[in-house]
């Protein structure tokens, strides 16, 4: 089956530097990536869409210069949160359609927590 | 803006018991797929039925889909203390292409 992956599962930085978080599909051609976010105990929430080679298309709310997303390839997807604070702390999850058919399954990957100090 | 919602936002059984978890949507969907969150793990892939489908199964799961009442159930049987978790329902329309997901339900199921 499709597998996503994403590195690092979890990071720990001081507040106002940036963290960059890895999203590859391992066995498949992912022309579109979507990152998400979670709060505890509560539901995910899209932040972009990312198709490979143009730039990412923001959810209202998501500042983009803060939540830099970078589609260089059809297997790697990267959100780099800038200045972090610590109420960017999260789970931050991605997701990638298979490019080479016409699927409507999305791959999740494990995702990575993020903690600001 | 969420355009799935799950009830009940909570759910506790015992095991052996049977859970069912309900899940509406707003706007008109390609398919609707279930997922399986363990508390602070990542997303695990359940069943996903497509619109013209009205149900599937998938072990001790059943999903079901009401494309006139713009809801979904999934049914987990004879439940285990294992399938502890919160459920999302996520919504996907192909021009889209993202799903939308739920708030989620919290099933615990004590042992």
């Known amino acids: 089956g499709a597998v996503v992956s994403q590195h690092p599962s979890w990071v720990i930085c001081k507040s106002g530097t940036s963290v960059k978080i890895e999203c590859r599909s391992l066995d498949f051609q992912a022309t579109t990536m979507f990152w998400y976010r979670q709060f505890p105990k509560q539901s995910l929430m899209l932040m972009a869409t990312?198709?490979?080679?143009?730039?990412?298309?923001?959810e209202q709310g998501v500042e983009k210069d803060k939540f830099l997303i970078n589609h260089a390839s059809l297997t790697l997807s990267t959100l780099t949160v800038t200045s972090a604070h610590p109420e960017d702390s999260s789970f931050y999850i991605c997701s990638a359609r298979d490019g080479r058919e016409k699927k409507d399954e999305q791959y999740f990957g494990p995702g990575t927590r993020l903690t600001v100090t | 803006s969420q355009q799935g919602e799950e009830d009940p936002q909570a759910l506790s059984i015992q095991e052996g018991e049977n859970a069912t978890m309900n899940c509406s949507y707003k706007?008109?969907?390609?398919?609707l797929q279930w997922y399986r969150q363990n508390s602070g793990r990542g997303l695990v892939h359940l069943i996903l039925i497509r619109s013209n489908e009205r149900e599937k199964h998938s072990g001790r799961l059943r999903v079901t889909l009401d494309t006139s009442k713009k809801s979904s159930s999934l049914l987990i049987t004879a439940s285990r203390a294992a399938d502890t978790a919160s459920y999302f329902c996520a919504t996907g329309r192909t021009n889209a292409g993202k799903s939308t997901f739920g708030d989620g339900t919290t099933l615990t199921v004590k042992p």
């Open positions: 990312s198709n490979e080679g143009s730039k990412a298309t923001y």
């Open positions: 706007t008109s969907i390609n398919n």
